[in-house]
């Protein structure tokens, strides 16, 4: 895409460049997958941003001049967009997740798990205990998940574990920008390997679950994201396979178990044909996310895939 091809580097409205910006897109072979689904919502982020609008703007902002040099920066992050296949979440350096803005770059995949509207309603009916007071964000990558169960549970401690020192170094300053690093512990370790005696209310995690095929059918965006925090294996279930066998010694009685595995959940109901996974549905859109109470995985413990 030549400069020719985008819009003169002039002072636009914002009208103008909503319908240029989801035209090109519109036009483009890009993937829309990581916060929106479709070229005019991607327009719309894009361009409120660099103008430096409120993204929950109405229609009295169409008509506002947007100087050159916004201008200019919009025109680069449609070229990235377009010729680079780059998501946006990492173009801005931001995503949205429950409700919350979280910084966002290539240390960690972009927030996008249906989880969130399982924290939004308290993870009702499927937690039925106390009110979560120690919460474990496990494989936590920018620390989305969990940051957002400790803001709907301001009295729950919330500890933040991951593999990779990049991702908890985000994961970290997302808790600096929301003003909840007082109430998370960052935790580098191999799933539970570097967990003292604890119990948790509840145990989160969207680990890496893309299968070999799909990891490499996937559109060029996800390439951009880091590759060891998507594929787990020919199956797609390594981690998941650690997760259950190893999760009830951290989870307190009445405590819940919550995993995503998106498309790979075919693949798990047939290794464990006898766990009774409970398969949450979404109001919002998405699948692929299971429950598990500590009684059910006591009980899995006997009976094995």
């Known amino acids: 895409m030549s400069d020719a091809e985008i819009f003169s580097n002039q002072p636009q409205t914002v009208a103008q460049l909503l319908q240029f910006c989801s035209e090109s897109l519109e036009s483009s072979d890009v993937f829309f997958g990581h916060g929106t689904d479709n070229a005019w919502d991607e327009a719309v982020l894009m361009v409120l941003s660099v103008a430096e609008l409120p993204l929950g703007s109405g229609e009295d902002v169409l008509p506002l001049s ?29 995503a949205w997740f429950a409700g919350l ?50 803001y709907q549970f ?17 994961a ?33 995690s969207n680990p890496p679950y893309v299968d070999a095929a799909d990891l490499a059918a996937m559109p060029a965006e996800f390439h951009h994201e880091p590759k060891d925090a998507l594929g787990s294996g020919a199956d797609g279930l390594d981690l998941t396979r650690r997760i259950l066998s190893c999760a009830h010694p951290f989870l307190a009685a009445s405590g819940l178990l919550i995993v995503e595995v998106g498309n790979s959940w075919a693949a798990l109901e047939q290794a464990y044909p006898k766990v009774p996974f409970t398969w949450v549905e979404f109001e919002h859109g998405g699948d692929g996310v299971f429950a598990l109470t500590a009684q059910e995985l006591q009980d899995y413990s006997t009976i094995g895939g």
């Open 172 to 204: 970290r300053e997302n808790a600096e920008q929301l003003g909840l690093q007082g109430r998370v512990t960052l935790i580098e370790s191999d799933l539970f390997e570097a967990l003292a005696d604890t119990r948790y209310d509840l145990i989160l």
């Open 66 to 94: 947007v100087g050159a040099e916004a201008v200019a920066r919009l025109q680069e992050l449609l070229r990235r967009r377009i010729m680079e296949h780059e998501p946006l979440p990492y173009l801005l350096g931001r």
């Open 154 to 170: 301001p009295d729950a401690r919330v500890d933040l574990l991951d593999v990779d020192s990049g991702a908890l170094d985000l």
């Open 101 to 150: 803005e979280f910084l966002c770059d290539q240390r960690a995949i972009i927030p996008r798990s249906p989880i969130a509207e399982l924290i939004l309603h308290g993870f009702r009916p499927w937690y039925n205990g106390p009110a979560p007071g120690h919460i474990l964000d496990l494989c936590c990558g920018g620390g989305c998940i969990g940051l957002a169960a400790a």
